[in-house]
Every structure is written in C-alpha cells, then in structure tokens.
C-alpha cells in the first residue's frame, strides 16, 4: 500500500465532517429508494404490470429510468425530479433572454434567492400540469384505475406533486449538507438501484435464448468501453498558457511566472443529456401511457418516439447539442476571465489582453464545445442504436452511463477535495500549538 493511500485513510478516518456529511448523504438517498415503493392509490397493480411490460421502450422506459423505477410501479415518486429540471431549464433560458431575471442574477446571492425560489414555483406548476396528465392517461390505459373519474385525479396530482416537492426538497439538502449535488445524486441512485435488475433480465434473455452468449458478451465489452471512453473525455481539456510579466520592486524581481487556463472539453457535464431527456418528457408524459388509444396522428408520434426511432434520435441529438452550448455559455464566461486576467497582469502570449483574449477563449471553446456535444451525442446515441434492435434494459444504455460515470466522478472529486481541507486544517492547528510552544 502506498503512502498516499495510507494518508488519504488516515485522514478520512479523522475527518469526522466529511463522515457525517456521507451518513447524511446516504440516508437521504435510502429515504428517496423508499419512497418509490410507495404506490398511488386506487391502481391495480397486476394491469399495470401488464400495460408496463408492453411499454417500456421509447419515453416511458427513458422516464422510468430517472424515476428509479417509481414509474413501473406508478409510486408517489413517479414524476422524479423532472419537473424542477425543466422548470430549472425555462428559468435559465429566461435569464438569457429577460432583463429582469439578467437584474436578478447580477444581484448577487439576493438574486439567487429570488431566482431559486422562482424555479421551486415552476416546479410544482409543471408537476401539476403533469401529475394531472398522468392520471387521465392512466383513466384511459385500460382497467389499471378501479374506480376513475374526479376523486382519482385530484388524489393522484396531490400525491405526484408532493412526491416531486419533497423530492426538490431532499436535493436541496444534500446539496447543503452532504456531498456532491443532490439532484445529480438523485438521478444516480435511481440509475444504480434499478441496474441489478437490468443485469438480471439481460441474463434472463440470454436463458431463453433471445440473446445469444456472444450477443451478451458483445454487450458488456461495449459498457466497459463505453465507461473508458467516457473517462477519458471527462477528463481531458485544453490548457491556454498564460504568462504573467516580471517586475521590480525595489531590488528584487516579481512575477515572470507561467500558467495555464485549464477548459474541459466537455464543460457542460452531463447537463445537456438530462436537459435533453427532460425536454422530450415534458409534452409527452401522458402520450406514451396512453399509447393504444387516441387519434392516428398522436399513435404515429408516439411510435416514432421510440427507441431508436429517426424522430426521437433527431430530436434528443439537436436538444443535446443546443444544451452543451446554451450550459457552456452560464457556466464560463470568456469575458470575464479575460478581465480578470488582464486585471492580474496575465497575457496569452501573441493574444493583445482584453477584448482580444476574450475572444480568443471564446473561439477555443466553441471548438472545444462542438466536440464536448459530438461525444454526448455519440455516448447517448450510438449505444441505443445498436441496443434499440434487443430487449436490452435502458440501464445499460449511453446516458445512464454517463450520468453514472459522470457523478461518481465529480462525488468523488468532492470528498478529495473535503479531505485536502481537512488535512490543511490539521496542519494549521499544529502549526497554532507549536507556535505557542
């Protein structure tokens, strides 16, 4: 074992924070797997489990998958966290576009409340409009609902909407008091919790002889690499090398020093995907329930919606390719660093500072954006092309990956970056005690 290890458990063992931060984390994630076992009222659960088995392909298998598997069960937790995604995406696009959310976010963290509590109106909005649309559809699925009519609907988008409430409730608090980002995390444990049972039904196909054992092992190799590939683009970035000027202050020289400005190729994250996903969700929450049912028009757009279909790949690359670029632009401003810089005395060498390096940064990551969203779009469709042909789960495909690989990855990056504190404030406690010494 090396040191680094052994001081890396040393330090975890001793960082009594960051373990309750964990416990907490946890446990809250326990309390959300719990609360998608709890179904709604007023449904027969063996004709769902029948109308769930014939529709798990295209936008309700996707949906069933962020919900952690509360959808095939219709529990409280079935529309997930979705609708603060979305009311999260309207609220974002409106501060690019209106000045009065631009006042707000220039506000500060005064802003930021307001803004934050404006996305928590629109969630529970959205999740009324779809906690009802999911109870007609149900109504009009067959003989799922025993006793339908105002009762069952009002009941239902009561339940769904509370569900999603205290499940933007929980993401709050484990983004404040645990670790990594609750609604990221929500998703993840969802993800994960249902891969066993993908894993099993994948094997049980292989028994029955729908899948071949080479098929199945073809499979496999292609999530391990999957899983590499999206390593290693998580990880890679462009460094601009900035340089900052010497000076001379009374006899000595400052500065003369060599940086870098480090810009991921993929800067958005898994963003774009869960955006994308949530887009494609929203106006069609009922459509594919109610699939079976309904005029041609609306059966054709719910077939082609289907896993691997032209339309629903079409639509989730371009919603994929417009997030990565729409995200990259909050999250980094080329402006800003350009100022910043200059206001330092930092220059990219041939690059005038100001103006000139804003647009430099600019230009090096819009390229380095279109190929971030060419690698989400091939993690998230390539996978799903060659697995739309079998009956394999959706777990298995590119952007559950993603979201899982993804969030691991910045979780884990998080607690590091917990015990890098831990270990520096150990060190000035130590250095407090032997200066009194």
């Given at each position: 074992?090396?040191?680094?290890?052994?001081?890396?458990?040393?330090?975890?063992?001793?960082?009594?924070?960051?373990?309750?931060?964990?416990?907490?984390?946890?446990?809250?994630?326990?309390?959300?797997?719990?609360?998608?076992?709890?179904?709604?009222?007023?449904?027969?659960?063996?004709?769902?489990?029948?109308?769930?088995?014939?529709?798990?392909k295209g936008l309700l298998g996707m949906f069933n998958m962020f919900s952690g598997g509360a959808v095939s069960r219709m529990a409280i937790f079935a529309l997930g966290i979705m609708p603060y995604i979305s009311s999260s995406i309207i609220v974002q696009l409106l501060t690019g576009v209106s000045d009065y959310f631009k006042s707000l976010k220039e506000q500060g963290e005064i802003g930021r409340k307001k803004i934050t509590q404006i996305t928590r109106y629109g969630t529970v909005l959205i999740a009324i409009l779809q906690g009802y649309g999911v109870s007609v559809g149900l109504e009009n699925a067959g003989n799922i609902v025993a006793e339908p009519g105002l009762y069952f609907r009002v009941i239902t988008t009561i339940s769904l909407v509370a569900g999603t409430t205290f499940l933007m409730w929980l993401g709050e608090q484990i983004t404040l008091r645990g670790v990594g980002n609750g609604i990221s995390l929500i998703i993840f444990s969802g993800i994960v919790a249902e891969i066993p049972r993908a894993l099993a039904s994948t094997f049980e196909l292989g028994r029955t002889g729908a899948l071949s054992a080479l098929m199945i092992v073809g499979i496999f190799i292609l999530v391990i690499l999957l899983v590499l590939f999206i390593v290693f683009f998580e990880r890679a970035m462009r460094k601009i090398l900035i340089n900052y000027p010497k000076r001379q202050v009374g006899n000595k020289m400052y500065g003369g020093e060599s940086s870098h400005l480090p810009l991921k190729i993929n800067t958005a994250g898994v963003i774009p995907p869960i955006f994308a996903s949530s887009i494609l969700l929203l106006p069609v929450t009922a459509l594919s329930i109610n699939s079976g049912a309904g005029p041609d028009w609306l059966m054709s757009i719910?077939?082609?919606?289907?896993?691997?279909?032209?339309?629903?790949?079409?639509?989730?690359?371009?919603?994929?390719?417009?997030?990565?670029?729409?995200?990259?632009?909050?999250?980094?401003?080329?402006?800003?660093?350009?100022?910043?810089?200059?206001?330092?005395?930092?220059?990219?060498?041939?690059?005038?500072?100001?103006?000139?390096?804003?647009?430099?940064?600019?230009?090096?990551?819009?390229?380095?954006?279109?190929?971030?969203?060419?690698?989400?779009?091939?993690?998230?469709?390539?996978?799903?092309?060659?697995?739309?042909?079998?009956?394999?789960?959706?777990?298995?495909?590119?952007?559950?990956?993603?979201?899982?690989?993804?969030?691991?990855?910045?979780?884990v990056a998080q607690v590091h970056s917990h015990l890098i504190a831990h270990q520096y404030e150990g060190l000035i406690k130590k250095a407090k005690l032997r200066g009194r010494i």
């Open positions: 074992m090396s040191s680094e290890s052994i001081n890396t458990a040393g330090a975890f063992s001793q960082a009594s924070d960051l373990k309750k931060r964990l416990i907490f984390t946890v446990l809250l994630l326990v309390v959300y797997r719990l609360g998608t076992y709890v179904p709604l009222s007023g449904i027969d659960p063996l004709a769902l489990k029948d109308m769930m088995s014939s529709s798990q719910t077939a082609l919606l289907g896993r691997g279909q032209p339309l629903y790949m079409l639509l989730y690359i371009s919603a994929i390719v417009f997030f990565a670029f729409f995200y990259t632009s909050i999250v980094f401003n080329s402006q800003d660093t350009a100022d910043n810089l200059k206001n330092n005395g930092g220059f990219v060498p041939g690059i005038r500072p100001g103006e000139s390096t804003a647009n430099y940064i600019e230009y090096v990551l819009t390229r380095l954006t279109v190929i971030g969203s060419a690698y989400l779009s091939a993690v998230c469709i390539l996978p799903e092309l060659l697995i739309s042909r079998y009956s394999v789960p959706f777990y298995l495909g590119g952007t559950s990956l993603l979201i899982v690989v993804t969030v691991t990855m910045d979780t």
